[in-house]
Each structure stands twice: as C-alpha cells, then as structure tokens.
C-alpha cells in the first residue's frame, strides 16, 4: 500500500505571502499526482494533475512539481480565498490504488 | 452543466446495509471511470471505491467484501451498496468522475451522509 504523507499539517501565512506544501510517496507513484483544496462544508475542488498540469479554471498562482517520491504545491500569492485545507492523492497506475494524503491546512496569520 | 448528486444516504444500525445512488448529468456517463470517497467528520478523505468503464471494480482494503461499486449507463447513474455496516464507515460519502487524461477526480458530487449508530 502506498503511503502519503504531508507537511506541515497546519501552515500558518499572511495574505499575499507564499505558501509551499510538501507531499511525500512511500514509493514512487511517477507523475500521478494530484492536488485537492477543499473549504469548509464543500467538496474537494481538483487544483493539479500529473504533478504540475493545472485543472480548469485554476489560477496561476497554484503550481505543482516533482516526480518519484516527493512533490510540492506552492500557492505564490495568498488571496482570501485560498484558505482551506489541501489534499494530496497518488493514483498510481500499477497497481491501481488512489490514496490521499492526510491534508495541510492553510490558515491566516 | 456537468453535474453529480448523491443520494441515499442517512442512519443505519451496525451490521445493516445502505444503497448510496449518484446521479450523472451534463457528460457521456459510459466513458468515464468514477470512484466513490468519503470524509469522516473532521477528518481526511479516504478512497472507498472505483468502477471503469468496462465494469471492472477495485476496492482498498478497509472495505472489501463488504462494500460493491456498479454503474447503469442507461441511467447515468453509479451505486455503492454497503453491507455490515460499522461506526468507522461513517462519513460523508462523495462520487467523483475520473478524467479521461489522468486518474485524478475533476468533478465530485456534493456528498451524501451515512451514519452508522444503534
């Protein structure tokens, strides 16, 4: 089973800051990565594919990177609305399993 | 507009059954793998269940055995039915729609709550 693990589980920033999030694989999961946001009382919304791909709609200052083991999401500006908790899922193709990791949350400052 | 609703949740004794029901509108239903997840109460998301388009099912191991994934094209419509039912299986349970590109989940359903009490 392959294992995602996140950090920090709270990260702390002010408004129009720069926040980096890290998610770690067990074993390498390649490119298939996904980033999640989710608010409060809300389904999760899609923010990456394939570790650095943008969803539709999302704003440019969400982006992803890495591959392998250990990857990064980094929101470069924080707006008001950006804070949430943050997901991220392997979906490995081989064997096929879609684990998430358990979250940071992104709280003001 | 592409759109999934859940329904058929609610409060079921341990040891009961519950059908979950998601309904699909706005895409062609029959091309695209889904995938049920849930959310306990405060905590993170957990995957409970995919089907792909050619009806093939996979299950994590927490609830294999207990829990079926199926699908009805003609009614655009994906099912979770849930047997022996435990406190640990409450949660908000969410459909999600797989991309066609990547495995990841681009559209979810706004969830449905199952409550597993005596």
């Known amino acids: 089973e392959i294992v995602m693990t996140q950090s920090p589980a709270t990260l702390s920033v002010s408004p129009g800051e720069r926040a980096t999030l890290s998610c770690r694989a067990s074993?390498?999961?390649?490119?298939?990565l996904a980033w999640y946001q989710q608010k409060p009382g809300q389904a999760p919304r899609l923010l990456i594919y394939g570790a650095s791909t943008r969803a539709t709609g999302i704003p440019a200052r969400f982006s992803g990177s890495g591959s392998g083991t250990e990857f990064t999401l980094t929101i470069s500006s924080l707006q008001s609305e950006d804070f949430a908790v943050y997901y991220c899922?392997?979906?490995?193709?081989?064997?096929?399993?879609?684990?998430f990791g358990q979250g940071t949350k992104v709280e003001i400052k | 507009e592409v759109q999934l609703v859940e329904s058929g949740g609610g409060l079921v004794q341990p040891g009961g059954s519950l059908r979950l029901s998601c309904a699909a509108s706005g895409f062609t239903f029959s091309s695209y793998d889904m995938h049920w997840v849930r959310q306990a109460t405060g905590k993170g998301l957990e995957w409970v269940s995919a089907i792909g388009t050619a009806g093939d099912t996979y299950y994590p191991g927490s609830v294999k055995g207990r829990f079926t994934i199926s699908r009805e094209n003609a009614k655009n419509s994906l099912y979770l039915q849930m047997n022996s039912l435990r406190a640990g299986d409450t949660a908000v349970y969410y459909c999600a729609r797989a991309m066609d590109t990547a495995n990841a989940f681009d559209i979810w359903g706004q969830g449905t709550m199952v409550t597993v009490s005596s």
């Open positions: 074993q390498s999961v390649s490119s298939n």
């Open positions: 899922q392997q979906y490995n193709n081989w064997p096929l399993t879609w684990t």
